[in-house]
């Protein structure tokens, strides 16, 4: 069974840093692209950044080029979003998604929380 959990989330004041990760548990990811979306209050769920996990192909939305970096750890099965220069706008529910490549994504976590304060 896939498990994905996320963590790192937090307070964080404009223009600060924080690192998330989405440990991946159940099967083994080499054909999957892992993603991060997020949810702002009363927003509908974005698309933040994807990687394909074989070849490490990263793609991100607009607003977060240049300050986001998805990245994956092998080893220890885990993908990271290093987060930087944050701003107020930035602050939603984080989710870690996994999908085969080509297919939508099916398995999601439960997601943590981002606050960045003006």
């Known amino acids: 069974q896939v498990q994905l959990v996320e963590s790192g989330g937090g307070l964080v004041q404009a223009g600060g840093s924080l690192r998330l990760s989405c440990a991946a548990s159940g099967r083994t990811f080499n054909s999957y692209r892992m993603a991060w979306f997020r949810q702002a209050p009363e927003n509908e769920r974005e698309f933040v950044a994807a990687?394909?996990?074989?070849?490490?192909?990263?793609s991100y939305t607009d607003s977060v080029k240049g300050r986001f970096t998805i990245s994956r750890d092998d080893a220890k099965n885990t993908v990271y979003l290093q987060m930087n220069s944050l701003k107020p706008e930035d602050t939603a529910v984080y989710s870690c998604?996994?999908?085969?490549?080509?297919?939508?994504?099916?398995?999601w976590g439960q997601g943590t929380r981002v606050t960045v304060s003006s």
């Open positions: 998604a996994a999908g085969v490549i080509g297919k939508d994504y099916n398995y």
């Open positions: 990687i394909r996990w074989q070849t490490g192909t990263t």
